[in-house]
């Protein structure tokens, strides 16, 4: 682009016009100093200067929007193929158990469960695939191999990216407390909410929104399930090297807790700042309803908040 | 470096223009595509995971 104009300068604009040709563009070369190798050098270096500068522009270019629209076309290979193998095998719905255990037969790679987060708008939704390599989170959110299956009691975990390829967490920080996060797997619905805040841990039981029907089943994880849950608040910003964040019981990577006395977590991982890999934002969600899938029926909690 | 790629392409202005609107444009997809899916992975930006 810069060559057109430097030479179209030179070659046509100026030279054919009749008012200029007479006294200034002869005059003008003639000034121009010879062409010295300082010249060329001094001018190669700028150019390559500014080619650098562009490239790195082109590339913020490319990791906030193109990797958007590469990811959006893999995410949708991934719900195709979630929706035709959900359509093609016939599975009931298995009894309410207290104690059930995973299921789900997940394949690295492949998607298993839909996610929807209502309070981000209908059209948030994502598909979610197993594993947490750059491969697949590519795709769309990425299950924590080895972590608790949706319903599961331990700690359902997922990691999401925050900026480009299709960015499903960008707007995790902004999540409150009884915000609903909505789980389907092909047998049923799980919904979880948020946990309270760590401002709200405090004083919870005298908090108006306690109150609220979207926070039914709701409360600081402390005083219903103990001490052993006390760091596990709906939000919490670590260092990427906290992988005690995704353990059935967060921040209890010892506990032995039998399974029957964990709560039924999902976790929510991601980059924090955005733009940066420094530290991981952290959501903490509990479950507190689950439906069996059935024709037409969707759950309150997805057009409610 | 401009002005030499600028002289060496061959044919009248117009065409020399489309020529080197071509041109950028396969560098931009060469980066796009090729060099920086590749180079993305070994940026620490966009590491989203625990350890």
């Not at chain 1, 191999?145 to 319903?151: E, F, L, S």
């Not at chain 1, 029957?260 to 934002?281: E, I, Y």
């Amino acid at each position: 682009m810069i060559p057109r104009v430097e030479d179209d300068y030179d070659d046509e604009y100026y030279d054919d016009d009749d008012y200029y040709d007479d006294e200034k563009p002869a005059a003008k070369k003639d000034d121009l100093p010879p062409d010295s190798l300082a010249r060329k050098t001094v001018r190669g270096v700028g150019e390559a200067l500014i080619t650098m500068g562009l490239v790195v522009l082109l590339f913020v270019v490319y990791e906030v929007y193109v990797t958007d629209l590469l990811s959006a076309a893999k995410q949708e290979d991934a719900t195709a193929a979630l929706d035709s193998e959900w359509s093609s095998n016939v599975v009931t719905p298995p009894p309410a158990d207290p104690n059930r255990k995973s299921q789900l037969n997940l394949i690295e790679g492949k998607a298993f469960a839909k996610m929807y987060i209502p309070v981000f708008g209908n059209d948030w939704k994502f598909s979610v695939v197993e594993g947490t390599t750059d491969k697949h989170l590519e795709i769309g959110p990425g299950h924590y191999k080895d972590t608790a299956q949706p319903g599961e009691a331990g700690n359902f975990s997922i990691a999401g990216h925050r900026v480009g390829k299709g960015a499903p967490f960008n707007d995790l920080d902004l999540l409150e407390s009884c915000n609903s996060i909505v789980v389907q797997t092909q047998t049923q619905w799980f919904v979880y909410r948020v946990l309270p805040m760590s401002s709200e841990v405090q004083g919870w039981a005298t908090n108006p929104k306690s109150k609220e029907a979207a926070c039914a089943g709701v409360a600081p994880l402390s005083t219903t399930l103990g001490e052993v849950y006390a760091k596990t608040v709906g939000q919490e910003i670590v260092v990427p090297s906290q992988g005690e964040v995704i353990a059935p019981i967060p921040h209890q990577v010892g506990a032995t807790v039998p399974a029957d006395k964990q709560a039924r977590l999902l976790t929510l991982t991601t980059c924090h700042p955005r733009f940066s890999d420094k530290q991981r934002l952290i959501v903490h969600a509990i479950e507190t309803k689950s439906y069996p899938v059935a024709d037409g029926f969707v759950p309150p909690e997805m057009t409610g908040a | 470096m401009y002005s030499w790629i600028w002289r060496h392409l061959p044919g009248p202005t117009v065409v020399r223009v489309l020529e080197a609107v071509v041109l950028a444009l396969a560098v931009v997809a060469l980066l796009m595509f090729v060099v920086f899916p590749w180079a993305e992975p070994k940026l620490p930006f966009n590491n989203v995971t625990t350890q």
